[in-house]
């Protein structure tokens, strides 16, 4: 079946300084991969969209100079984020698409300290 | 571009009763439909996705219908128990590989004994 990995599950970063997460779809080749927050309390914000062969597109509140991807190929994705601060602690989901499908891996959850 | 609203955002209901959340959206190229569950402290559960040829779907204990005339998706939890209680999602996208799924705002029901 479709699985998805992101890595790490947990992790704590001193304010100012950056983190990097990875996900890696198993058992599929994912043509397009979506990087999403969610802040406490609240729903999932995409942050960028990444299709294979396209540039990586990113929504009004997020770039790519505090949010650099890196998708080298069908099967993997990071994303850092740069200088974390209190506001972008949360859940980091990581979501690859084949088709109409999206499979969603367990997260990346973000405490900054 | 498309955006996803969800209502309520708080739903209590006592053990046996029904649970019904609604989501309008607003792009009418919309074609692919999901609700998703999220327990407290986990990822995304997918419960149902739904084309946008079928109105109405039947999954294990909940019914989803979709109205593409009103652009409105609804989900119908019957005879809600405590472990339903979580965080419900819709999600909304059109059918190119190049769309992104956009999010509702969350809906957290609390199914009480």
């Known amino acids: 079946g479709a699985l998805v990995y992101q890595y790490p599950r947990r992790t704590i970063c001193k304010s100012g300084t950056s983190m990097r997460m990875e996900c890696q779809a198993v058992?599929?080749?994912?043509?397009?991969v979506a990087w999403y927050r969610q802040s406490p309390q609240k729903t999932f914000e995409l942050i960028a969209l990444s299709t294979v062969n396209s540039a990586i597109k990113y929504e009004q509140n997020f770039t790519q100079e505090k949010f650099p991807i890196s998708h080298p190929n069908l099967s993997f994705s990071s994303m850092t984020v740069l200088n974390a601060y209190l506001e972008d602690r949360g859940l980091y989901l990581c979501?690859?698409?084949?088709?109409?499908?999206?499979?969603f891996g367990s997260g990346t959850r973000l405490l900054v300290i | 571009g498309e955006q996803v609203e969800q209502r309520p955002p708080h739903l209590s209901v006592r053990e046996g009763d029904s649970a019904v959340i609604t989501c309008t959206y607003t792009d009418p190229n919309s074609y692919y439909f999901f609700w998703y569950k999220q327990e407290p402290g986990a990822s995304l559960q997918l419960l149902m996705k739904?084309?946008?040829?079928?109105e109405i779907n039947e999954g294990q204990g909940f019914t989803v219908l979709l109205n593409k005339k009103d652009k409105r998706l609804s989900l119908n939890l019957t005879a809600a128990h405590p472990g339903d209680s979580a965080a419900y999602f819709c999600?909304?996208?059109?059918?190119?590989?190049?769309?992104?799924?956009?999010f509702g705002q969350g809906t957290s029901l609390s199914v009480v004994p």
């Open positions: 999600a909304v996208s059109a059918s190119s590989s190049f769309s992104k799924l956009v």
């Open positions: 739904v084309f946008s040829s079928t």
């Open positions: 979501g690859a698409r084949e088709g109409s499908d999206y499979t």
């Open positions: 058992g599929f080749q994912a043509t397009s």
